[in-house]
C-alpha cells in the first residue's frame, strides 16, 4: 500500500536479453519526479547464462543505488519466433527475479496497458512513447527506446496506484482499456 502524501520510487523495467531498458520515477500523490534511466546491456556473444547474470547484476545495482519501493515490468508477449520468446522470457524472469531479490513487490503490465495509462493509445509507436514520457517527467530529450518503456511501465504503475481507489468490479480488460 502507497503511504498518502510520501515520495514513493518505482523502477520500470523493459526487459531483453540484449537490452533491457530501466527507469526510475518518484511518485508524490499525483506528482511524478524522474530519477534516473538507461539501460543494461549483456554481450550477444556470451552464453546465455552469461547475459542473463549481466542483467541480474546490472538491475541489482540499480536497485541498490536508487532504492524503489516497487518495481514495474512489461508482460512478454508471444512473438512469431519461439526463440526470441524464450530468451526474452528468460531475460524477464532475470529482471523479476532482480526485484524480488531485493525484496520489491512486482507488478506486471501488458503492452497495450502501458501504452493506454502513457500515450492514450494502447497502439501507440515507439517515438510517441518516448515524446510522452519527455512531456509527463519533463525531461530535456527523449530518453532511448528501451528506457523510454521502461520509464513508461513506471509511470503506469504510478497512474495505476493512484487509480486504485477506482472500483473496476465487473469490468475486464479489452485491448489495454477496461470495458
Do not use: W
Not at 129 to 143: D, S, T
Amino acid at each position: 500500500m502507497r503511504p498518502e502524501g510520501l515520495p514513493f520510487v518505482i523502477l520500470g523495467i523493459d526487459p531483453g536479453l540484449k537490452i533491457t531498458g530501466f527507469g526510475v520515477v518518484e511518485a508524490i500523490g499525483p506528482k511524478l519526479r524522474y530519477i534516473t534511466s538507461g539501460t543494461v546491456r549483456s554481450d550477444p556473444k556470451s552464453e546465455t547464462a552469461t547475459r542473463l547474470k549481466s542483467i541480474l547484476d546490472g538491475l541489482s545495482e540499480v536497485i541498490h543505488d536508487t532504492a524503489p519501493n516497487e518495481a514495474a515490468i512489461e508482460k512478454v508477449f508471444v512473438n512469431v519466433n519461439p526463440q526470441s520468446t524464450l530468451a526474452l522470457g528468460q531475460a524477464r524472469g532475470t529482471a523479476i527475479c532482480a526485484a524480488v531479490l531485493a525484496g520489491l513487490v512486482v507488478a506486471e503490465y501488458t503492452a497495450l496497458q502501458v501504452k493506454q495509462a502513457v500515450v492514450g493509445n494502447g497502439h501507440a509507436k515507439k517515438e510517441q512513447v518516448q515524446e510522452m514520457v519527455r512531456r509527463i517527467l519533463k525531461l530535456p530529450g527523449n530518453p532511448s527506446p528501451d528506457a523510454a518503456d521502461a520509464l513508461a511501465c513506471a509511470v503506469c504503475h504510478a497512474h495505476g496506484g493512484m487509480l486504485g481507489a477506482i472500483s473496476t468490479h465487473g469490468l475486464r480488460v479489452r485491448r489495454g482499456r477496461l470495458v
